[in-house]
């Protein structure tokens, strides 16, 4: 068993922490990764406190945290309150600066986790009190922006090191299995946040047709871009963008945002109506280049297990394998 710095403060199994994905990380997922031994968080997204509420129920007494957008929390900060009375595990901001939000986390007494996607804001949340920061590269699905995993979780680490040893690290963005787990160990981190993998299974809600296209799909075949966001008339600041199974949305529009927003009313109706109906063809289906090593829909328990066993064939055997060519 991997025991790291992780596991010991937030007393889990497994260096395993599961994505806030916003509509698809409810309460049952949340639990089930839980209960599985890592750390479930529940996918509060845009604020929508009623849902959010409702998830926490649906945990029941597992312990589990929220997460948050955080320029959207920053236009409705009152939506921070009623989530810290739900008694979270953890509070997850990530797209934004969550500065105005830390003294009211930590009057909770709870832990705040901080994503990030650049150095310089990695150091901004550990400085402003982050316990743990994930270090998200673009690979993930979702929003994000365009370092990539493998050479932002180590820079993260080396001035966390050097400057906030105290802060805890967490890998995220194609992580999908044992492999992603013990490279991300590897590259400094004390554990993983995982998002796409956990997306396709039987506890998340995401409809089978999305799902079907993720298990489908190859990493060659997400793109990262706004146009859903523009569908959505949501006003995510320009660094981020969205990674998602290119389809025929946008394919036509990606490269011709003026031409969405001259229809975007019609384009934007056709849109929502593809998302509520779960359909990859209309709606874009959120995952990352984890799609290409997403073959199935199973427990999320059977992820962390399988995960978590070939990590630790991989690392109990390395010395073995790495051999140099003339070996
Ligand atoms: C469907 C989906 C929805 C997501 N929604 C959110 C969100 O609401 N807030 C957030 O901070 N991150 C969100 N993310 C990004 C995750 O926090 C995480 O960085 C990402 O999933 C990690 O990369 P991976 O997908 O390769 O595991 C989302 C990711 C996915 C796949």
Redesign the pocket.
């Known amino acids: 068993m991997f025991q790291t710095r992780l596991t010991d403060a937030f007393d889990l199994d497994h260096p395993i922490v599961s ?4 509509f ?1 990380a409810g309460g049952k997922l949340a639990s089930a990764v839980t209960q599985a031994g890592g750390l479930g968080l529940i ?1 509060g ?1 845009y604020g929508d406190t009623e849902w959010i509420e409702e998830q926490f129920r649906q945990a029941g007494n597992a312990k589990v945290g929220a ?1 948050l ?1 955080t320029w959207k929390l920053a236009e409705q900060p009152q939506v921070l309150d009623k989530v810290l009375a739900c008694n979270p595990a953890a509070m ?1 901001l ?2 934004g600066d969550p500065s105005p939000f830390v003294d009211a986390i930590a009057e909770a007494g709870v832990p705040l986790i901080c ?1 990030v996607q650049t150095l310089r804001d990695a150091q901004h949340a550990a400085r402003a009190g982050a316990k743990v920061i994930v270090a ?1 590269g673009a ?6 922006e365009r370092r990539a995993t493998f050479t932002l979780v180590p820079e993260v680490a080396d001035w966390l090191r050097a400057h906030a040893p105290d802060t805890l690290l967490l890998a ?5 299995d044992g492999r992603g787990l013990a490279a991300a160990l590897m590259l400094g981190a004390d554990g993983v ?5 956990f ?1 396709a299974t039987e506890e998340a809600h995401v409809s089978d047709a999305m799902s079907d296209a993720a298990i489908a799909a190859t990493g060659d075949q997400t793109i990262r871009s706004s146009v859903m966001d523009k569908a959505r008339f949501l006003n995510w600041p320009t660094r981020y963008t969205a990674r998602v199974l290119r389809n025929a949305f946008t394919e036509r529009w990606h490269n011709d945002l003026d031409g969405l927003m001259a229809q975007a009313e019609a384009q934007s109706a056709q849109w929502i109506d593809g998302w509520n109906a779960g359909d990859p063809e209309r709606a874009n289906t ?5 799609a290409g090593l997403i073959h199935d829909r199973p427990t999320a328990h059977e992820i962390i297990k399988n995960m978590v066993a070939d990590a630790e064939t991989l690392a109990g055997s390395a010395a073995s394998w790495i051999k140099s060519p003339r070996d």
């Open positions: 994505a806030p994905m916003a698809a996918g997204g997460g957008i997850f990530s797209f994503q998200q690979e993930a699905g979702g929003h994000g995220a963005g194609g992580v999908a946040l995982v998002g796409s993998r997306w959120f995952v990352g280049e984890a």
